[in-house]
């Protein structure tokens, strides 16, 4: 695969107007990474149209999308038709790009569906970091009177992060967004207490460890997970939040006053990421870990304290 400079960011559009907010989305997201755009229609099923292999003309969702004023204010852009089943192919666009944007829903499904079979997918199996923007009619989105969402009055970008894991892709990911964006960095950290005991510990286990001890140990896991992102972006306004509560519910929270939230992935969508992609008021990036970190995971260095039976 290409260094993830020299690739483009992908948006699937659909002729739907989701498809048409995630393109606005994408351009800017192309234009402060200074490369390529690549639009990309699938057609559902194997098409009678002749569509050309350089620009997808004959496709006229492609076709109609370039007649209208908002074509011209697009940077540097590629067109793309496919065939197939849209579930399988949105995903593997992943392989080739540096980012992957769509909307929350396309034109399939029910009014009220709140994230559609398609940005499930490509947030749960694309390569590359997958953004999905939702429409403005979230709980606590403040639009304008053509009721499009506005953006916050603060440039912010926030990012729930598991002090248990660190999520290397995750946190470097949101640094570089919001050095991009001149946005501060909100980090959102939660946890559970009291501590949650396996099944096999014997019930009414006295923890060894009080709740701030618990606490003090999670802010040094944080505090290390972020040391060497803080040294690449020294500049960065960076803000830590760990509490003792759901990191969902603090994230989609959060989401109503931040430009983007970004959550990450390790081998599948968690709980986590799935209720911030179906209810955060802000568009969402959902960020794969790095390959090198796939494999089985090394016992943490930063040791925990333990439940004495």
Partial sequence: MADSGSLPVVVAVDGSVDGERALRWAA???RLRSVTLQVVHVWPYVTAHQVAAD???GDPVLDELRAQPLARSLPEAEFRSLSGLTGSQLPTLGDGAHLLVL????RGGFAALLLGSNGLACADRSACPVVVVPRPDRAGTRCDEDGERLPP????VTLGL??????PGAVGFALAEASRRGARLKIVSGYAWPERVPPVVAE??????????YERALDARLADALAPYRARY???DVEVELRNADAAGQLVAASRDSDLVVVGRR???GPVAHAVLLHAACPIAVVPEPPEQRGPRPRPAQSMPKAAG
């Fill in 28 to 30: 800017e997201a192309a």
């Fill in 234 to 236: 020294p500049e960065a």
């Fill in 162 to 167: 598991d002090a248990s894991a660190g999520e």
């Fill in 55 to 57: 620009d997808a003309t």
């Fill in 153 to 156: 009055d603060v440039p912010q």
């Fill in 204 to 213: 009414g286990a006295v923890h060894a460890a009080t709740q701030r001890e």
């Fill in 267 to 269: 081998r599948r969508l």
């Fill in 103 to 106: 909307g929350s829903r396309g």
